[in-house]
C-alpha cells in the first residue's frame, strides 16, 4: 500500500521515504515566497501541475530519481507499504503524480504476471 503522509504528524516508520525538496522526487516549483524552489509559480494547484511534465521527463533522464523508483517498485512490489512524506499532505500535493505512477507501474506488472509475460 503507497500513503501519501505529512512529515510534520507523521510518526516515523521503516516505511517512509522522503519526497520532499531536496530529496530526487522533490517538487522543484513553488508558490511559497520563502522556498527554495528553483522555480516559483503563483499557486499550489499550477506547482502540482507543473510537476508532472516535469517528473516525466526525469524520471528518463536523471538517473538517481530513476534508481529511486525502482527501488520504490521493488518495495511494493514485493509486498512492502511505502509511505511518500513531504510537508503538503493532507493538502494537494505533488506526491499523488509519484503514487499514480508507482501504482501504474504495478498494475501492469500484475497484469504481466497473470498473462505470463516476464
Known amino acids: ?38 522555480f516559483k509559480v503563483a499557486t ?31 518495495i511494493v512490489a514485493n509486498g512492502g507499504n511505502l509511505n511518500l512524506v513531504c510537508y503538503c499532505a493532507p493538502a494537494a500535493c505533488h506526491c499523488q503524480h509519484i503514487k499514480n505512477y508507482l501504482e501504474d507501474v504495478l498494475r501492469d506488472i500484475k497484469i504481466q504476471e497473470k498473462n505470463g509475460i516476464g
Open 1 to 38: 500500500m503507497i500513503k501519501i503522509v505529512n512529515k510534520h504528524w507523521h510518526k516515523s516508520t521503516a516505511d517512509d521515504v522522503y519526497a520532499g525538496r531536496g530529496s530526487p522526487f522533490g517538487n522543484p516549483y513553488s508558490h511559497l515566497p520563502n522556498s527554495k524552489a528553483e
Open 44 to 74: 499550489r494547484e499550477e506547482a502540482i501541475e507543473k510537476y508532472l511534465p516535469w517528473f516525466e521527463k526525469q524520471r528518463m533522464n536523471d538517473a538517481v530519481l530513476y534508481q529511486g523508483l525502482q527501488h520504490l517498485i521493488h
